[in-house]
């Protein structure tokens, strides 16, 4: 195999970077619609609502979610959502126009409505059909749908976070047990025998050099982590995962208020689960963004003391040691290979 082969086989992704990247896609592909659904302002729109009856099948069906744009001028042939007497709005289609007031059809519906719908009423035009999503919010607005849904996650999320800590650890020991030399001692140590040359002194201290830079790259490229006390009972701790932890609280502190905003604004009183995720949300949220503060501020004077120790470890390098230059009266060899001698003619006579 050429070089070249193994250059391009080396920057070939792996089969596990693969699945990363299409494990994240398939991510984004199902949280997007549901982000759509909660904050319709994110594509310029304002309302969201799960459609519940077939009157404008085909084109929307139940359990399809509709976002509404109250700033987009409506006419014939538009699909609106209006509001009625009842706290459920309509979604149908204008079919004409009676005395400035729309009159509203059901695609799926043989009849007109019966009430025309003033212009007051219209909430906006229909911009976007998101289909079948809007089974999984109602269900999610069921207890067992939030406890699934919310609550499950959260409690993999933080099993597959103690794993991890878990298998750091392990892994830890098994490198600190392997570890049992150190070049710079050794080199150090034969120092301290005197049963040294000229030219071991030099390799040694090329040595200690060379593995005085390794520790510094190693110390620029390691993950940053918050470590506790040296020993079994030692965790480290990734800040990537903190910061995951950490998002997922405040995706849950965001979904949990929204369910009790909407549950006071329409009923008048939250759902005590609602109630109690929000709580549990909150606290979760304090204590994530506490440790992930101090694992960063843990982190960086860590860095900090490696890089005075690593410049305060150079200083003390022995120097190269010399003969302090050719003494007086020493022979010393010349181009054509002979000496020169120093010694003074006229002393010898």
């Known amino acids: 195999m050429s070089d070249r082969t193994r250059r391009v086989a080396a920057m070939a992704p792996s089969p596990r970077q693969v699945g990363a ?40 069906a139940p359990g399809d979610v509709v976002i509404v744009d109250a700033s987009a001028s409506v006419g014939v042939g538009d699909v609106i959502t209006f509001s009625e007497d ?34 007051e009423n219209v909430l906006g035009r229909v911009v976007l059909t998101i289909p079948l999503i809007g089974h999984v919010i109602l269900w999610a607005n069921t207890p067992v749908g939030y406890v699934v849904l919310v609550l499950v996650p959260l409690v993999l999320l933080l099993a597959n976070e103690l794993l991890s800590w878990a298998r750091a650890r392990d892994g830890e020991e098994k490198a600190g047990g392997n570890d049992d030399s150190d070049p710079v001692a050794a080199a150090e140590s034969e120092k ?11 390799s040694d201290e090329d040595t200690m050099t060379q593995t005085r830079d390794s520790e510094s790259e190693v110390r620029s490229t390691a993950p940053a982590t918050a470590t506790g006390p040296a020993g079994p009972a030692s965790v480290t701790l990734a800040v990537a995962d903190l910061k995951l ?8 502190v965001a979904y949990a208020a929204w369910n009790v905003y909407v549950e006071v604004t329409t009923v008048g009183a ?18 994530t963004g506490w440790v992930t503060a101090h694992a960063w501020y843990t982190t960086r004077n860590a860095r900090a003391a490696a ?14 040691e010399t003969d302090g230059g050719v003494a007086s009266g020493a022979s010393r060899t010349t181009a054509d290979g002979g000496a020169d001698d120093d010694t003074d003619p006229e002393a010898e006579r």
């Open 86 to 119: 009842s706290d459920v709005p309509v979604t149908h289609r204008i079919v004409g126009e009676q005395d400035g007031q729309w009159v509203t059809k059901g695609d799926a519906n043989e009849d007109a409505d019966a009430r025309p719908v003033s212009p």
């Open 21 to 60: 990247v299409l494990g994240t896609l398939l991510v984004i592909a199902v949280v997007v619609p549901f982000a759509v659904f909660a904050v319709p302002q994110v594509i310029g729109a304002d309302h969201g609502f799960v459609t519940l009856s077939g009157s404008m099948e085909p084109d929307i």
């Open 307 to 320: 890089a005075a120790a690593d410049d305060a470890g150079r200083s003390d390098w022995p120097m190269p």
């Open 270 to 287: 939250p759902n005590p689960i609602s109630v109690g995720a929000l709580t549990a949300g909150l606290l979760g949220l304090l204590f």
């Open 245 to 252: 932890s950490l998002l997922a609280s405040l995706a849950l």
């Open 192 to 202: 301290k025998s005197g049963n040294r040359t000229d030219g071991d002194e030099r």
